[in-house]
């Protein structure tokens, strides 16, 4: 398969994606293959990566720990430099702001340390922007993200899609838009539907 031609534009955003959206097939791949493309650069944790592992093999049926090390594995080879760890002067930033759940401070100072300006996530309610926005960081869905970069590098979103489809198994543009549905990316799944002409196979 002859490799797509990746835009020459820099990236335009630092991504900090949020357990959730790494945790779904869908999102996953849309988010990294965004990443390849260089429209955004996508950063994580290690603690973020635990959780992603921990809840596939928690939840998924036939999902065991040794796939769950190699997704994590084949991800960080083919982003090496996408793991940041977050120290006590990013906490240190967030000190006396409350959150709905402590366990994302850990996920905005990772954001912090990554340089990022967006951390991607479906559960944007526990990213009060109240706290985000001294910082200079926005909450936002992959839903929403998506449909951003559709307005302004729809060429290099499409090849995303293409990717989407051509590297998973069995995919046809129907399933892969219907999966962006079941993974609460509506909006992003009308799009590419209207582009491509294809109808959501549910």
Request: proline share 6%.
């Amino acid at each position: 398969m002859t490799e797509p031609e990746f835009p020459r534009a820099a990236p335009a955003h630092t991504v900090l994606a949020d357990a959730n959206v790494l945790y779904s097939r869908g999102l996953r791949d849309y988010l990294l293959y965004t990443a390849t493309l260089r429209v955004i650069t996508v950063n994580w944790s290690g603690a973020i990566l635990d959780d992603v592992a921990k809840h596939m093999v928690a939840n998924i049926a036939g999902f065991t720990a040794q796939r769950a090390h190699y997704l994590v594995a084949k991800m960080t080879e083919a982003f090496p430099v996408a793991a940041v760890e977050p120290g006590p002067e990013e906490y240190d930033l967030l000190e006396g702001c409350p959150l709905p759940d402590e366990d994302d401070r850990e996920v905005i100072a990772a954001a912090v340390a990554a340089g990022a300006d967006l951390i991607c996530t479906n559960n944007t309610a526990h990213f009060p922007q109240s706290v985000l926005a001294g910082i200079g960081l926005e909450a936002i869905t992959p839903d929403r993200l998506f449909s951003r970069l559709f307005a302004v590098r729809e060429d290099a979103m499409l090849q995303v899609h293409a990717m989407s489809v051509q590297r998973f198994p069995g995919a046809t543009h129907a399933t892969t838009i219907a999966a962006l549905r079941r993974a609460q990316a509506p909006h992003t799944a009308a799009l590419v539907a209207s582009l491509t002409g294809a109808a959501a196979d549910d």
